[in-house]
């Protein structure tokens, strides 16, 4: 599953007034126009009302050489148009948008002084060619100008967005050449987030009319202009041109976003494919420059992306790796954590607020880990904060020990099938791919004859345990969860059923006005043999609140589990990590993990699930990427270490991680790689790319590929069948 992006924001045409003649270009004019201060403040409260967190200044190059247009800046208080634009950005920042500003050439002293007020500028380089018949009276569009502009903006350290026009009447080697010189101008200052390769697309004139009013009414219709004739001076391009130059882009600037505008061909699909990574700003109010053009919608364009194995997610008009000091400027950066912390990378901490990280601690701790000892939350804050290999390396050597010590060398994995009964829920998780509305065209119910079925193919399958779980159904009661454990027991007598998550109990509590002791007796009758420790999520009250407020608290979810193991019913505990949690909200998590087992011993595993972010709200609107291996593989040594020796089995989760990762994972502190699944469903509609289902002989091998036995057990730990390492030839 790969990562498209795109910004949702709203554009501000301040001023058309333009010095240019560019003969593609319908958006200039050469009279007088710029918007009045009430103006701008009423379009800005509308792009708030819309939901923009980019706010594009799209503007003429230096309107103020119109002498009405002078002369109407400095009735608004302002010595040059830099000042009003910068004016218009400090009033979006006011109000939590960032401003991308692209005015044309600038000198260095305008660049700097927007700096101060946005988020990210931009310049097209256009061509790299210096007399095209297009640019006939238009000096400022001589490659020269605009590469001096595009370079000053690198060295004052400004997140700055680039491009080329294709098909203005350049040749096919000279757009290589536009993006080589880019790529050198990035080489020396690092600062280019993304490349836009443009398709020029032929408009017709606005004279009288007003491109900002017919972009927003296209856009809110989704209305189509007619084509334009193309003019002689165009150059044909072909979808195969434009493949070639993402190739390209994408080879001479790795690091660099290569953006196709999904208004104006209908190539963004295959470009997509091609390797182009981001569709650019989908302006609420339409495309100024080609307002005959508007945006596909997010969701058509999640849908068709989607099909071809895509996830499409919002990005800030800042790219991540520049969301800190040395690119932003403070005010700006306030923004960005006041409204939109979670779009800042995970750097071990610093998201939402600058807790100290006290490094120094992580040796002793690993150490005294390794020993079993229960660790402070500072010394596990900074075990999931670490990023130096040194030490990482030494975590997994000691998380690897302690595997070792406590579980032996054999690799274990349960036969099971998962059956999600209904993915109807209430609840609405924010990280969630799964449950679904009741009246949504996605939702199912399984009949009970499916039910038989699944159950009857497990047992034919050879499972020993089915893993049961559904969304919280609001139609359903205590009865209906019997129901289907009854069902389960009835159709395959000795399987395992190893069934609803904490959430799932807690909905028949409330439904059923029981407490969780009544309610696990009666579960416990119907055939209930373990409970799964999901709902977990992170256990910190402050987490939940931020990604599923409806969720039950973390006292709740202890007072479950703690209940479960009491009525002679073991669980698993599990988290999901990789989020917005920071690394002593996980700490809190372990530490009421370890302390539930201290009481009770009931815990049988641990289960780290990295979050799978592509088609959940998290993922879409919120930023979050997923997780990388590495850091999955530090978090999962240092989960090991966190719990000592107090739950002896650490799981991976190939259908979160990969069977690879999760092969590799058993270096890491692991010993046992969970179940076969055959259907899984939750993580496969968040986007996992890792299947649904994976044979015996797959675990099996990927033990043997670590070098170490494998077994077969039983939800409880008993060992159904061994497989000892094939004898070398
Ligand atoms: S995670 Fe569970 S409770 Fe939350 S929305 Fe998804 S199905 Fe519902």
Redesign the pocket.
């Known amino acids: 599953m790969r990562r498209v992006t795109f910004s949702r924001n709203f554009t501000l045409s301040l001023s058309r007034t333009c010095r240019c003649y560019c003969r593609y270009c319908a958006f200039a004019t050469h009279r007088a126009h710029l918007y009045a201060p009430d103006e701008v403040e009423g379009l800005l409260d509308e792009a708030s009302r819309r939901g923009a967190k980019e706010l594009l200044v799209l503007t003429g190059e230096r309107p103020e050489v119109n002498g009405e247009v002078a002369a109407r800046l400095s009735s608004y208080g302002h010595e040059d148009f830099t000042s009003y634009v910068a004016w218009a950005c400090e009033r979006a920042l006011e109000r939590g948008m960032l401003p991308h500003t692209n005015l044309g050439v600038l000198s260095r002293d305008d660049l700097a002084r927007l700096r101060e007020v946005t988020a990210s500028q931009g310049l097209m380089l256009e061509s790299i060619v210096a007399d095209l018949i297009v640019h006939q009276g238009s000096p400022t569009k001589h490659p020269e100008r605009r590469l001096q502009t595009i370079r000053a903006a690198g060295e004052l350290r400004i997140p700055f967005t680039s491009g080329i026009l294709v098909g203005i009447g350049e040749t096919a080697q000279q757009r290589i050449e536009a993006l080589r010189a880019l790529a050198e101008v990035h080489a020396e200052h690092g600062h280019l987030q993304e490349v836009i390769l443009q398709n020029f697309v032929a408009h017709p004139r606005y004279y009288g009319a007003e491109p900002a009013q017919i972009a927003d009414g296209a856009q809110r219709e989704g209305t189509h202009g007619e084509p334009a004739a193309m003019p002689a001076w165009a150059s044909p391009i072909t979808l195969d041109d434009m493949r070639a130059l993402v190739r390209a882009a994408r080879e001479l600037m790795p690091d660099v976003g290569v953006q196709i505008p999904p208004n104006l061909s209908d190539w963004w699909l295959p470009l997509v494919d091609e390797g182009a990574t981001d569709l650019g700003g989908l302006s609420a109010n339409g495309d100024h420059i080609s307002p005959e053009h508007p945006f596909p919608s997010p969701h058509a364009m999640r849908k068709r992306l989607k099909a071809q194995g895509h996830a499409l997610a919002e990005r800030l008009c800042v790219y991540p790796q520049y969301m800190d000091a040395q690119w932003l400027e403070q005010g700006v950066l306030d923004v960005i954590k006041t409204s939109y912390w979670s779009f800042i990378p995970r750097r071990g901490s610093g998201r939402r607020s600058d807790r100290p990280i006290r490094r120094e601690l992580a040796p002793g701790a690993i150490a005294r880990a390794r020993d079993g000892a229960t660790l402070s939350e500072e010394e596990l804050t900074a075990l999931f904060a670490e990023r130096r290999p040194e030490a990482i390396e030494d975590m997994r050597a000691a998380a690897d020990e302690l595997r070792a010590e406590l579980m032996g060398e054999r690799v274990t994995y349960v036969v099971n099938r998962n059956i999600n009964v209904s ?1 109807v ?5 924010a ?5 679904q509305g009741r009246r949504s065209p996605d939702a199912y119910e399984h009949d009970r004859d499916e039910f038989v079925r699944r159950v009857e193919g497990a047992v034919a399958y050879g499972a020993s345990e089915i893993c049961m ?4 159904h609001p139609a359903w009661g205590l009865e209906d969860y019997l129901f289907w454990l009854r069902l389960a027991r009835d159709t395959a007598p000795g399987i395992h059923l190893h069934a609803y ?1 904490p ?1 799932e109990i807690a909905h028949m509590c409330d439904v059923s006005d029981m407490a969780p002791a009544e309610v696990f007796a009666r579960l416990r009758d119907a055939g209930l043999g373990s409970t799964p420790g999901t ?1 977990a999520e992170v256990l910190h009250d402050g987490v939940r609140q931020r990604i ?1 407020p ?2 039950l608290p973390v006292a709740r979810w202890v007072e479950i589990i703690e209940a479960s193991h009491v009525a002679g019913l073991r669980s698993t505990a599990t988290v999901m990590f990789g989020h917005v949690e920071e690394p002593w909200e996980l700490a809190e998590h372990m530490r009421v993990v370890r302390s539930v087992q201290e009481r009770t011993g009931g815990i049988t595993e641990f289960v780290p699930l990295s979050f799978i972010p592509h088609h959940t709200l998290l993922g879409r609107t919120h930023g979050i990427e997923e997780i990388s291996a590495e850091e999955n593989l530090a978090h999962t040594a240092a989960f090991r270490l966190a719990l000592g020796r107090t739950v002896p089995s650490l799981q991976a989760s190939w259908v979160k991680m990969g069977l690879d990762a999760a092969t590799e994972a058993l270096r890491w502190g692991v010993n046992d790689l969970g179940g076969t699944l055959m259907e899984e469903s ?1 993580s496969r509609l968040a986007g996992s790319r890792h299947g649904v289902r994976l044979e015996p002989g797959d675990l099996i091998g990927a033990a043997h590929r670590a070098g170490r036995p494998a077994a077969e057990r039983t939800t409880l730990y008993e060992i159904r069948a061994r497989y000892e390492l094939p004898v070398a030839a």
Do not use: D, T, W, Y
């Open positions: 993915n829920c209430v609840v609405g998780c990280f969630c791919g799964f449950g779980q559904s969304g919280i998550s959430m709902a599923s409806n969720k939750i």
